[in-house]
């Protein structure tokens, strides 16, 4: 367990002395929903009414130009190597290095999705369901990513290839976040939509480190 | 028993794999030609019009086996590579390489076919109706497979980073079709319901049968050819491969 929190740890201090790597992913996020509103236009009923989608697909695509950098500089300096051949278990190292992604990634936007839902007018219950959504769709995303980004270590083209692999899996998340939402405005209970989202992510939890490790192990041999 | 298992396993060599799969691709060859002939045959002149779809309906010989192939396709492939990741033979590798090319043909004949029946009947292109979805998501999941592989210059690598994401893939394929399907039913956006077909007519019934085993053979023969251009390109360097080339 050690070794799993100096993981976390050090993946944070090393983001923290280059802040602009984290805030990058973060306004793209603001960015990409504020674009939205512009393309289709000011009306607010019918932006209501895609909001949740628009934040989750932003949300998708924010936490897709984070995971490249998950292993890939660990990979150029030797350190994955290292990890690799430490006593501590690898699936282990790598839960703490997703651990770390989505906190730098996943829970800004979640700390913003509310901020960035009140733009589509969503009212504070809607916000509440959104945020709640997030928090426990937003480590699934790390963790599906983490499969894709050791899979595409050192490849050519990793960045897009890794959009192709990952985004399909992708989709029961979305359905699910953002459905919960919809569930909500339209005056249902979102709690079935979150339930699913929460099995999911335990699936993940338990499944997609082990499925990471394997496939760091293959990138590295 | 054990002198069977042993004489499995010897097909697991390129080498001994290499003439047993030449030997067998004009056998499927045959079969998919008999069986597309006959499906045909029934599919165009024995099956009765549809009352209500008139003759458009025919096309759902084409389409369904296809869409049944893609998804067993996918099947097969995540089959292969997992046991060439597991027992690391190089032949199941190899398959399961073969195989995402015709399951993605498949998963694209499903889609075009579909949207030619769908005109007419539905008056649209595409409807985002769960099967529709799923099975584009299925046509993305093959994509990702070849484009990974098709990144990775190391064969081996290749192999097993293929194998882990199309287990990945199996594990998700059914979370995305209920996702999907339950996605479908939240919104209703269709309202058409397919699976309120009319009772089918024992002709159609087995043209599409006949049209399924024909495709699936066809699956097969091509498979086969295809893994033997792999062995042949992996495997140049090898003595044998000079031989089986003279």
């Given at each position: 367990m050690n070794a799993f929190l100096a993981t976390v740890r050090r993946d944070l201090l090393l983001a923290l002395r280059r802040k602009s790597e984290v805030l990058t992913a973060v306004f793209f996020f603001v960015i990409v929903t504020s674009l939205f509103p512009l393309g289709i236009g000011p009306e607010a009923v019918l932006l209501k009414k895609i909001a949740p989608g628009i934040l989750w697909v932003a949300a998708l695509l924010a936490t897709l130009l984070g995971l490249p950098r998950l292993f890939a500089t660990d990979h150029v300096d030797g350190t994955l190597e290292q990890m690799v051949l430490s006593p501590s278990p690898l699936g282990l190292l790598v839960a703490g290095k997703i651990l770390a992604h989505w906190l730098l990634c996943g829970l800004p936007l979640v700390l913003l999705a509310p901020l960035l839902g009140l733009q589509f007018d969503l009212d504070a219950s809607a916000l509440g369901i959104l945020t709640l959504a997030l928090l426990l769709g937003t480590p699934l995303l790390s963790l599906i990513g983490a499969i894709g980004a050791a899979l595409t270590l050192?490849?050519?083209?990793?960045g897009v290839l890794l959009a192709l692999l990952i985004l399909p899996l992708y989709i029961p998340a979305l359905i699910f976040g953002a459905g919960a939402v919809e569930a909500h405005i339209a005056g249902l209970d979102a709690s079935g939509h979150l339930s699913l989202l929460a099995a999911m992510l335990a699936l993940a939890v338990f499944f997609a480190p082990w499925a990471t490790t394997a496939a760091l192990r293959v990138a590295l041999e | 028993m054990r002198q069977s298992i042993v004489q499995w396993f010897r097909f697991a060599s390129p080498q001994s794999f290499y003439p047993l799969a030449g030997r067998m691709i004009p056998w499927f060859w045959a079969a998919a030609i008999v069986f597309g002939i006959a499906g045909l045959w029934i599919s165009f002149f024995v099956a009765p019009t549809d009352a209500?779809?008139?003759?458009?309906?025919?096309i759902i010989f084409v389409h369904v086996p296809a869409s049944w192939m893609s998804m067993f396709i996918y099947l097969v492939m995540a089959f292969w590579a997992g046991l060439g990741l597991a027992l690391n033979t190089r032949v199941s590798a190899m398959m399961a390489q073969a195989l995402a090319p015709t399951g993605a043909l498949m998963a694209t004949l499903s889609l075009v076919t579909g949207s030619l029946w769908g005109k007419?009947?539905?008056?649209?292109?595409?409807?985002?109706d769960a099967r529709l979805t799923s099975e584009l998501i299925l046509l993305f999941l093959f994509l990702g497979f070849m484009a990974l592989q098709a990144a990775i210059d190391d064969p081996r690598r290749a192999d097993k980073a293929g194998a882990i994401l199309a287990l990945v893939g199996v594990v998700n394929i059914p979370i995305i079709y209920f996702s999907v399907k339950w996605w479908n039913t939240l919104h209703q956006?269709?309202?058409?319901?397919?699976?309120?077909?009319?009772?089918?007519a024992q002709t159609m019934l087995w043209g599409m049968l006949l049209m399924a085993l024909a495709f699936w053979m066809y699956s097969i023969a091509v498979a086969l050819m295809r893994v033997r251009a792999i062995i042949l390109e992996r495997e140049r360097n090898t003595e044998w491969v000079k031989h089986a080339l003279e």
């Open positions: 050192g490849v050519r083209g990793g | 209500q779809q008139g003759e458009g309906y025919r007419p009947m539905w008056g649209a292109w595409w409807v985002w956006g269709s309202t058409i319901n397919l699976n309120k077909a009319p009772s089918m």
